[in-house]
């Protein structure tokens, strides 16, 4: 975490070493899905409202000719709203489940030496808005867990222009995971601290399509494998140095106006979490603003 700070404390400073303007791409979508039956309609079927908003932006710029720098920051929050019946046959709103939830912000500096690759440093921090792991024991947690990332390796740039932008990155990585507030079996609260580190491979595709619609596609590929934990002792199994991976994909679309579609699907592997391959899948119509 302290890692982390120090780089975010270096790109402020950074700032102001030159004047040449940022690069800024953001986006804000909302999407909104409801559905409602009358009370003598005949089935099963029952009223339901869905919401997701979700932000992406990024701000890049070479601050020097040797020293480029790309900040990222994604946000998403979404619930379902569902009607249920009661025994006595009346109806009723159940209190609305997350459908979604990130929090996701890095920043890359990468050295332009004009050679085959170029060294990179990274932070990133992830985490949720809403943590309910504990909601059972009233302990609803806000931000939690952390996980910071510090990198360091190569990078290269296969494709950069206005349109498309593809570059991958191989290196070693340094994991936080901080669980704060976590309640033990006396209700007594605690913050625990996790550490691993490994080596870490990112592929990111950046793609503008101008016809026969707009559209923006967003592709981040993630592998990452653990080569020491600080609980290994302590654990139950290997399931840690096993590879965890996370690939995430986006398709935004403006049919007219405001109005846009957009596709979400990610994969997902983490063996300490489930021993199978996870998937999520999202379409939606919805608003859609683009703020740069």
């Known amino acids: 975490m302290k ?109 332009t030496l004009q050679t085959w690759v170029d060294p990179f440093v990274a932070g990133r921090m992830e985490s949720q808005f809403l943590d309910l792991s504990q909601q059972d024991q009233d302990n609803t947690r806000f931000v939690n867990p952390l996980l910071f990332t510090e990198s360091a390796g190569m990078m290269r740039t296969f494709i950069d222009n206005e349109s498309t932008s593809l570059n991958t990155r191989l290196g070693a990585a340094f994991r936080q ?17 996790t550490m691993d580190g490994g080596l870490q491979l990112v592929s990111e595709l950046r793609k503008n399509i101008e016809a026969p619609l707009q559209s923006a596609f967003r592709s981040r590929l993630q592998i990452y494998q653990a080569l020491y934990n600080s609980e290994s002792d302590d654990l139950a199994t290997d399931d840690w140095k096993s590879p965890d991976l996370v690939w995430e994909n986006s398709l935004s679309t403006k049919l007219f106006g405001l109005v846009s579609a957009n596709l979400i699907f990610e994969l997902r592997y983490d063996k300490e979490q489930v021993h199978e391959l996870q998937w999520k899948q999202s379409l939606g119509l919805g608003l859609s603003y683009t703020l740069f």
């Open 3 to 111: 890692k982390l700070t120090v780089l975010i404390a270096l790109s402020i400073l950074i700032l102001g070493l030159s004047a040449e303007p940022w690069n800024i791409d953001s986006d804000m979508n909302l999407t909104l899905s409801q559905s409602a039956f009358s009370d003598n309609w005949q089935g099963k079927e029952m009223s339901n409202i869905t919401w997701m908003a979700s932000s992406n932006t990024s701000m890049e710029k070479q601050m020097k000719e040797w020293l480029h720098n790309r900040n990222t920051l994604k946000l998403a929050f979404g619930q379902t709203h569902l009607q249920k019946t009661n025994s006595a046959g009346e109806k009723y709103w159940e209190a609305p489940d997350k459908s979604t939830d990130k929090i996701d912000l890095e920043s890359l500096w990468r050295f």
């Open 177 to 193: 995971n901080v669980n704060r507030d976590q309640m033990d079996i006396n209700l007594d609260k605690e913050t625990l601290t």
